[in-house]
């Protein structure tokens, strides 16, 4: 059980459109979801967290006009990349939890943005 | 954003031998987690500690919850080939509450 997984693993786009990942809880319902970004060889960086039925709630620095978010059900949040450039290339995890104090990773989207 | 102080930052050891990396926070956390990453895919959960002191298992794989709430310690007894990968700890506060990771802890295994 606790299964999340992520659509697309990997996502290849040019400069300036949006690019919608998915992340889907499969075997449990999640009323909040996590959104993290990893640069290469470098750690997780929350981004975002994601309530159902209410408006995500953004780290300091992450620009909630640029990556917006949607938890529309118990088991879907999506991250959408607006007007996406080179720098916003990074690998996207998303999270949820089954259960208190137990977090379970999605596998993760590959974004290149050329 | 804040991080955990991981260290060390990577291993290189021959098969067989025992491993030990550890956490360490200027704040206490109420759950600690391990997770275990390889190239391209997500986190996933190795252990998780709940109580100050606890110590859990799972296969080769031993960790600790620090008496003080601050840190942790996870252990990896007779490394083999496939424990490759990088290891990060995290801290929780909430129940269900974000993460904080530390950088991460680089293994590689020579067989």
């Known amino acids: 059980g606790a299964v999340v997984s992520q659509h697309p693993s990997w996502v290849i786009c040019k400069s300036g459109t949006s690019v919608k990942i998915e992340c889907r809880s499969l075997d449990f319902q999640a009323t909040t979801m996590f959104w993290y970004r990893q640069f290469p060889k470098q750690s997780l960086m929350l981004m975002a967290t994601s309530n159902e039925g209410s408006k995500a709630t953004y780290e300091q620095g992450v620009e909630k006009d640029k990556f917006l978010i949607n938890h529309a059900s118990l088991t879907l949040s999506t991250l959408t990349v607006t007007s996406a450039h080179p720098e916003d290339s990074s690998f996207y995890i998303c999270?949820?939890?089954?259960?208190?104090?137990?977090?379970?990773f999605g596998p993760g989207t590959r974004l290149t943005v050329l | 954003g804040q991080q955990l102080n991981q260290s060390p930052q990577s291993m290189f050891i021959q098969e067989g031998e025992d491993v030990s990396m550890n956490c360490t926070s200027s704040?206490?956390?109420?759950?600690w987690l391990w997770y275990k990453q390889e190239p391209g895919e997500g986190p996933v959960l190795l252990i998780a500690l709940y109580k100050a002191g606890e110590l859990t298992s799972n296969g080769r794989l031993t960790a600790q919850f620090g008496i003080t709430r601050k840190d942790s310690f996870l252990n990896i007894s007779a490394s083999i080939p496939s424990d490759v990968g990088i290891y990060f700890c995290a801290g929780q506060r909430g129940s269900q509450g974000n993460l904080i990771f530390g950088k991460g802890t680089k293994l590689s295994v020579k067989p």
């Open positions: 704040s206490i956390f109420n759950t």
């Open positions: 999270s949820a939890c089954p259960m208190a104090n137990q977090q379970f």
